[in-house]
């Protein structure tokens, strides 16, 4: 069957985001057979326009459910977790641990802490993984765009032309702890999903 006949892969992809809704199944067959129907009446570009533009409909409807809503808030506070727990602890351990280096130690607590979230929180949203890992990576983003904006807006402020060493490095070592943080983060989710999804053991 033609690529054109088939409803966007793309819309199906958001639209599975929020799989554990009740209704999805019904919505996603109602769309499919609506689409068709456009199809044959009007051709595949008005068909696949009109579902973008009903995916997304059913998405900001999706989006104000209280399920979802609980999503939003965890993936904020997990990133909250993410950016302060981290340092705090290495602080607090760093007497114990003060051979090693203080990079190393950071990025081992870094990846402690965003796997330990990413088990856990998809254990309590069981069923909304995606939108969870999502969310975690969308509001990391937001956070890593706030920190450059107040970095380049004080680094202008200060009117000096000249770069120090710890200049040239901090942008990356900020992308390397957003990438960290996304990639721990969304290997814990999927091992848990990935391991929830195993048949039980008789």
Same mark, same amino acid.
């Given at each position: 069957m033609p690529e054109s006949t088939n409803p966007p892969k793309g $819309?199906? @992809? /958001?639209?599975?985001? +929020?799989?554990?809704?009740?209704?999805?199944?019904?919505?996603?067959?109602?769309?499919?057979?609506? +689409?068709?129907?456009?199809?044959?009446?009007?051709?595949p570009h008005t068909a696949r326009r009109w579902y973008w533009r009903e995916v997304f409909r059913n998405l900001w409807v999706f989006t104000k459910r209280p399920r979802s809503i609980q999503v939003f808030a965890v993936g904020a506070l997990c990133v909250a977790i993410f950016r +302060? $727990?981290?340092? /705090?602890?290495?602080?607090?351990? %760093?007497?114990?641990?003060? @051979?090693?280096?203080?990079? /190393? @130690?950071?990025?081992? +607590?870094?990846?402690?802490?965003?796997?330990?979230?990413?088990?856990?929180?998809? /254990?309590?949203?069981?069923? %909304?993984?995606?939108?969870?890992?999502l969310t975690f990576a969308g509001f990391s983003a937001i956070w890593l765009a706030h920190t450059i904006g107040y970095w380049l807006q004080h680094s202008t402020m200060a009117g000096s032309f000249t770069l120090s060493l710890r200049d040239l490095f901090w942008p990356g070592q900020l992308f390397s702890r957003f990438f960290c943080a996304v990639i721990v983060f969304w290997i814990g989710s999927l091992w848990m999903e990935w391991r929830r999804r195993q048949p039980a053991a008789v």
């Open positions: $819309a199906h @992809l /958001l639209l599975s985001l +929020f799989r554990s809704e009740p209704d999805l199944p019904q919505i996603e067959g109602d769309l499919s057979e609506e +689409f068709h129907q456009h199809l044959l009446a009007s051709g +302060f $727990a981290p340092p /705090l602890s290495m602080g607090l351990m %760093r007497n114990k641990l003060s @051979l090693m280096p203080r990079g /190393l @130690l950071l990025v081992l +607590f870094q990846v402690a802490f965003g796997l330990a979230l990413g088990v856990l929180m998809s /254990l309590m949203l069981r069923g %909304r993984e995606s939108l969870l890992r």
